[in-house]
């Protein structure tokens, strides 16, 4: 969905508990590593850097996982 993402915005994602919220940190366009897992990202496939409202832990996902607040 959202190429147009930019640092602070607000989003929401599909977890296996369910709906959860955050705010984005950064666009990933290199490889690089969060909470010990390798997260596979290129200017061609860029990641998001997410960080959850509920947990505050970060994780990477793709834009189209994230909806836009």
Do not use: C, F, Y
């Amino acid at each position: 969905m959202s190429e147009n993402l930019k640092k602070g915005d607000k989003v929401t994602w599909k977890t296996s508990q369910g709906k959860t919220e955050g705010k984005v940190v950064k666009k990933q366009t290199s490889d690089t590593k969060i909470e010990g897992h390798t997260v596979k990202a290129s200017k061609e496939a860029p990641q998001v850097i997410v960080e959850s409202s509920k947990s505050g832990k970060r994780a990477a996902h793709k834009p189209a996982a994230l909806t836009k607040k």
